[in-house]
């Protein structure tokens, strides 16, 4: 009997200190006051390298350095091809013959055949077949030019000479007042600027309708009507030009 009141002890003893373990300290939380404030902790791990900062502006062009020393030869080049040289000199000078031979005959169709005269930029034709204004246009167009435009003092001249070494006395050129009346305009759509022709009292529109000019063999200029027939004088570029020029 007494080994079981000895159990029965042991056992409550047992259950009073698993109650006190468990539980005691929930049941006694809200009485405990809080603790005295902590000492100071130590310094903390040094922390991880930032992000780099935005770029700034590009700085002065550094002097410039001193030249580098010579490098080192190169390597040898293949052997050359033996050149003729007299033969090919003898070739070139012929060539030089031929290309003279060439602008001789060359200046012989224009001038004799053809009989043109011309400026560094351009080439002019006397075309002895009496036509209208228009006409006339028509057909240094169709030749590949247009009307004569002396715009200047020397291109006037030269044509003059022209005409009055031609045996001629009257020629179209490409000048007009059709759209505005007393408004000169060139067939390219110039203005007359600083170089006009006129003879003495020209244009005066005489006869009501001078809307176009001719050249007389002096090189003076005079307005006549569109509708007389004469011969005229075509232009034409040396050098193609761009598209947009349009005459
Ligand atoms: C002048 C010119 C005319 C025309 C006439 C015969 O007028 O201005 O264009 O040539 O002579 C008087
Ligand atoms: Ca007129
Ligand atoms: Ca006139």
């Given at each position: 009997m007494d080994n079981q009141k000895l159990t029965g002890n042991l056992?409550?003893?047992?259950?009073?200190q698993h109650f006190i373990f468990n539980y005691g300290t929930e049941v006694c939380s809200n009485t405990i006051l809080p603790g005295m404030k902590g000492e100071q902790g130590g310094k903390g791990d040094e922390g991880e390298e930032g992000k780099m900062g935005k770029m700034g502006p590009p700085g002065l062009k550094g002097d410039k350095g001193v030249k580098g020393i010579e490098g080192p030869p190169g390597f040898k080049g293949k052997p050359g091809i033996t050149c003729d040289?007299?033969?090919y000199r003898k070739v070139v000078g012929q060539m030089d013959i031929n290309i003279s031979k060439l602008?001789?005959?060359?200046?012989?169709?224009k001038n004799v055949i053809l009989g043109?005269?011309?400026?560094?930029?351009?080439?002019y034709l006397i075309v002895k077949e009496a036509k209208k204004y228009k006409e006339a246009l028509i057909n240094c167009r169709l030749r590949g030019g247009t009307l004569a435009m002396p715009k200047d003092e020397d291109t006037n001249s030269l044509i003059a000479s022209y005409v009055s070494q031609a045996g001629l006395t009257r020629v179209f050129i490409g000048l007009h007042d059709s759209d505005k009346e007393g408004q000169f305009v060139y067939v390219d759509g110039t203005p007359l600027q600083n170089y006009t022709g006129w003879s003495p009292g020209e244009p005066n529109n005489a006869f009501v309708n001078?809307?176009?000019v001719e050249m007389e063999n002096t090189g003076f200029w005079n307005d006549v009507e569109c509708d007389l027939t004469i011969y005229f004088v075509c232009e034409f570029w040396k050098k193609r030009r761009a598209a947009a020029t349009v005459t």
């Open positions: 056992l409550l003893l047992l259950l009073f040289c007299g033969r602008k001789n005959s060359v200046k012989f169709v043109v005269k011309e400026t560094d930029e351009k080439v001078e809307n176009c």
